[in-house]
């Protein structure tokens, strides 16, 4: 399974950046995915969840109102990050989660992309 994201760069504070991740090599399917960020010195948190199933969501309180995730085709996601803030800058990392294969069932990650917001 490889997972492959896109979208980060750098943008001035209270921009706007989309990210969005495609999973493949799964031929079951993914039902939920996230995204992590990991800002230099700083443990990687969790920023936002989409269960494909039902359409639950979940999101860090620090991002409620400015991120959605959302599920923009089969085993892709979007991260649509508006009103930028500098503490957003970090690497983005998408995970994909009890992703099911013939091989059994395991959790994947991204390879990260960089969100980098100047004041």
């Known amino acids: 399974v490889q997972l492959v994201e896109s979208g980060g760069g750098l943008v001035q504070s209270g921009g706007s950046l989309r990210l969005s991740c495609s999973a493949s090599g799964t031929a079951f399917g993914v039902n939920t995915m996230g995204w992590f960020r990991q800002a230099p010195g700083k443990q990687r948190e969790l920023v936002a969840t989409l269960t494909i199933t039902g359409g639950s969501t979940t999101y860090a309180d620090s991002v409620k109102g400015r991120f959605t995730i959302s599920r923009t085709a089969k085993n892709t996601v979007s991260l649509q990050m508006n009103s930028l803030k500098p503490e957003d800058t970090a690497v983005y990392y998408c995970?994909?989660?009890?992703?099911?294969?013939?091989?059994?069932?395991?959790?994947?990650w991204g390879q990260g992309t960089q969100v980098t917001v100047s004041s």
């Open positions: 995970k994909a989660f009890q992703v099911r294969t013939f091989e059994g069932v395991a959790d994947y």
